[in-house]
């Protein structure tokens, strides 16, 4: 029974992490920021203020999820592979970390001078990118894990791992390229939201069998 709630927790954390997650970049981020424009950006903030806080809270909500669900995935599949889960472990608790962090970037968009808001919600985005390459590594341990264990399919695996990559080179973009403002983020994260999607719905189905998952013979 332990495993079964262990396993339906670990789904039901994850959920909240996509769909608040999503929220509070897609929606509510995204929804504010006008590239260019310091006074409209500001402006959207005011004027949408409620919704602005409210996904900071949706934004800080998932984080204390993460770290319950990394904690929770380890003891799930450490049996498959004990250092490939701790090194998975590790890796999203430093992304977890830097995604803390950088919320003081989303907030100070809020209280700071009309002239400063946009600076900050950019220090978010490169903040968020930053954070996306340590989790990239989880996304790749994990694809390893879930590719060997005995009770899940293979090709989540190798998509899980694609993700990382695709995480790895969307955040690197911004690092590399002069001005790059995401236009590849669709594609390159496009097997993130397959693959992410595809893991919740495992744990949640399948979670009574996950702590047994063993390494394939």
């Keep these: 029974m332990r495993t079964l709630i262990n396993a339906r927790v670990a789904g039901l954390l994850y959920l909240v992490i996509l769909v ?24 959207n ?17 998932y984080l204390v999820g993460e770290v319950a669900l990394t904690v929770i995935l380890y003891l799930l599949f450490r049996s498959v592979n004990p250092p490939v889960s701790l090194v998975a472990a590790a890796f999203r608790l430093v992304s977890v970390t830097i995604f803390g962090l950088n919320l003081l970037n989303m907030f100070a968009a809020l209280v700071a001078p009309d002239d400063l808001a946009l600076f900050f919600l950019d220090l978010h985005t490169y903040g968020y990118a930053l954070g996306l390459c340590f989790f990239a590594v989880n996304c790749v ?51 993130a939201l397959i693959a992410e999607t595809w893991f919740c719905v495992l744990l949640l189905r399948r979670g009574g069998g996950v702590l047994e998952w063993e390494q394939r013979g």
């Design 20 to 43: 608040f997650g999503l929220f509070s970049e897609v929606v509510v981020r995204a929804g504010v920021t006008v590239p260019g424009d310091p006074a409209a950006t500001a402006a």
């Design 45 to 61: 903030i005011r004027d949408a203020e409620w919704l602005y806080r409210l996904g900071f809270v949706a934004n800080l909500t």
């Design 141 to 191: 341990a994990m694809g390893y894990l879930l590719a060997r264990s005995s009770h899940a399919p293979t090709v989540l695996g190798v998509l899980l791992a694609v993700a990382g990559a695709g995480y790895l080179a969307s955040s690197l973009l911004y690092f590399l390229v002069p001005g790059y403002g995401g236009g590849l983020l669709p594609v390159l994260l496009a097997p």
